[in-house]
T-cell receptor
Framework: DTGVSQNPRHKITKRGQNVTFRCDPI?????LYWYRQTLGQGPEFLTY????????KSRLLSDRFSAERPKGSFSTLEIQRTEQGDSAMYLC??????????????FGEGSRLTVL | AQSVTQLDSHVSVSEGTPVLLRCNYS??????LFWYVQHPNKGLQLLLK??????LVKGINGFEAEFKKSETSFHLTKPSAHMSDAAEYFC???????????????FGQGTTLQVKP
């Protein structure tokens, strides 16, 4: 499978614990995005990377959230001191480099976080 | 600022009848518009996109959408619904394709399409 891969698919944790999600984009895509989707809502932009550089962060991304893409390939999204309001589906997407960008994002199946 | 409004949170049709999912957009820039579909336990998939070329856009699985600037609308249609079309549909806007386009998407709240046998 050469699509966007996310792990774990589902994480249940207790409030106050830290969690980390991983995203492996399509290999030739240099742009990578994180979105959050809560129940009954559309996805909301969190942040995006071009290669290893984090170029934009949403105000939704509080200081408990940190995203990295150290080698410009896979990315991690860490949430520290989780709160019940962090319960959501975390979606990763990737896209072609700017010179070949067609407007399409390729999404993974998401990582569902449940904070008890 | 950019935004999209999906006018129906839930649409129910019978198999074989037409589908209409309504979307209005707001954008200060020349927009790119998309429809994405999300089936249960599946990733979001692009159905179709408008990027300032033809105003009538054809997508996968028989879906179409028409960009109407005067009405700021981008409604999704299909002549005949199939059971497999049952899913969540999202209307999406971004800045127009170009050197400043970051791929940051603004999603609507979604429309659940139910298809009855």
């Amino acid at each position: 499978d050469t699509g966007v891969s996310q792990n774990p698919r589902h994480k249940i944790t207790k409030r106050g614990q830290n969690v980390t999600f991983r995203c492996d984009p399509i290999s030739e895509h240099n742009r990578l995005y994180w979105y959050r989707q809560t129940l009954g809502q559309g996805p909301e932009f969190l942040t995006y990377f071009q290669n290893e550089a984090q170029l934009e962060k949403s105000r939704l991304l509080s200081d408990r959230f940190s995203a990295e893409r150290p080698k410009g390939s896979f990315s991690t999204l860490e949430i520290q001191r989780t709160e019940q309001g962090d319960s959501a589906m975390y979606l990763c997407a990737s896209s072609e480099p700017k010179e070949r960008y067609t407007g399409e994002l390729f999404f993974g199946e998401g990582s569902r976080l449940t904070v008890l | 600022a950019q935004s999209v409004t999906q006018l129906d949170s839930h649409v129910s049709v019978s198999e074989g009848t037409p589908v209409l999912l309504r979307c209005n957009y707001s954008s200060s820039y020349s927009p790119s518009l998309f429809w994405y579909v999300q089936h249960p336990n599946k990733g979001l998939q692009l159905l179709l996109k408008y990027t300032s070329a033809a105003t009538l856009v054809k997508g996968i699985n028989g879906f179409e959408a028409e960009f109407k600037k005067s009405e700021t609308s981008f409604h999704l249609t299909k002549p005949s619904a199939h059971m497999s079309d049952a899913a969540e549909y999202f209307c999406v806007v971004s800045r127009s394709h170009g050197s400043s386009n970051t791929g940051k998407l603004i999603f609507g709240q979604g429309t659940t399409l139910q298809v009855k046998p």
